[in-house]
Antibody, heavy 118, light 107 residues
Framework: EVQLVESGGGLVQPGRSLKLSCLAS????????MNWIRQAPGKGLEWVAS????????YYADTVKGRFTISRDNAKNTLYLQMTSLRSEDTALYYC???????????WGQGTLVTVSS | DIQMTQSPSSLPASLGDRVTITCRAS??????LRWFQQKPGKSPRLMIY???NLAAGVPSRFSGSRSGSDYSLTISSLESEDMADYYC?????????FGSGTKLEIK
C-alpha cells in the first residue's frame, strides 16, 4: 500500500525557517518524481515545488522561489521541503504527492500544518 | 505562466442532476490536465488524468472531456457522496497551476 506521511509542521515566527519531511512507503521511491502542494486555510490548492526521481529536475512556484528548497534522499525514502524567510502568507497545510507523469498526483499524504505568526 | 480559469466557483445542484465544471487554459496544455475531488478535512483525490482518463476506483458517472482550450469534468447523475470541492490542475509546464476550485453543493 502506498503511503506518504508528512511531518515537521508547526508554529513559526515570520522570517524563521522550517523543514518539512515526507516519508514514503509501499513503492520504489527512487522511481518517482515528487511534489509539494499547499492549501491555506479555507482556500484552494497551490502547487509549490516538484523534483524528479534523481533530483536532476527541480521546479518551484514563483511565490516560493529563492526561499524554499525541495530535496530528496532516495536511500531514506524521504522528500523534504526546506522553507526559509517564512511569511504569514505561507501559512497552509502542506501536502506531498507522488509523481508527475501519467500516474502522477494519484497518491497524497494527509498534510502537515505550517502556521507563520508572531 | 499558464492560467487555469475554472467555473463556476459554486454549483448548487440536485441529486440525479447532470453537472459540468469547466477549466479554460490560457495556453496550450495538450491533455496535461487532471481533476481532483476534495472533501472537508480530507486530502485531494485524483479523479481524471490526461484530460479524459478515469483514475482507478473512480465511479463511471464521472467523465472528462476537452474542446480546444476548455476542459470539462462531468458527473452524469449526481449522488450525495459527490458533494465536494473540485479542482483542475495543468501539468504541461512549470509552474503547474490549479484552477480556483468549484464547490458542488446540494440545492
Amino acid at each position: 500500500e502506498v503511503q506518504l506521511v508528512e511531518s515537521g509542521g508547526g508554529l513559526v515566527q515570520p522570517g524563521r525557517s522550517l523543514k518539512l519531511s515526507c516519508l514514503a512507503s509501499g513503492f520504489t521511491f527512487s522511481n518517482y518524481g515528487m511534489n509539494w502542494i499547499r492549501q491555506a486555510p479555507g482556500k484552494g490548492l497551490e502547487w509549490v515545488a516538484s523534483i524528479s526521481s534523481s533530483s536532476s529536475y527541480i521546479y518551484y512556484a514563483d511565490t516560493v522561489k529563492g526561499r524554499f528548497t525541495i530535496s530528496r534522499d532516495n536511500a531514506k525514502n524521504t522528500l523534504y521541503l526546506q522553507m526559509t524567510s517564512l511569511r504569514s502568507e505561507d501559512t497552509a497545510l502542506y501536502y506531498c504527492a507522488r509523481g508527475t507523469g501519467s500516474s502522477g498526483f494519484a497518491y497524497w499524504g494527509q498534510g502537515t500544518l505550517v502556521t507563520v505568526s508572531s | 505562466d499558464i492560467q487555469m480559469t475554472q467555473s463556476p466557483s459554486s454549483l448548487p445542484a440536485s441529486l440525479g442532476d447532470r453537472v459540468t465544471i469547466t477549466c479554460r487554459a490560457s495556453q496550450d496544455i495538450g491533455n496535461y490536465l487532471r481533476w481532483f475531488q476534495q472533501k472537508p478535512g480530507k486530502s485531494p483525490r485524483l479523479m481524471i488524468y490526461g484530460a479524459t482518463n478515469l483514475a482507478a476506483g473512480v465511479p463511471s458517472r464521472f467523465s472528462g472531456s476537452r474542446s480546444g482550450s476548455d476542459y470539462s469534468l462531468t458527473i452524469s447523475s449526481l449522488e450525495s457522496e459527490d458533494m465536494a470541492d473540485y479542482y483542475c490542475l495543468q501539468s504541461k509546464e512549470s509552474p503547474f497551476t490549479f484552477g480556483s476550485g468549484t464547490k458542488l453543493e446540494i440545492k
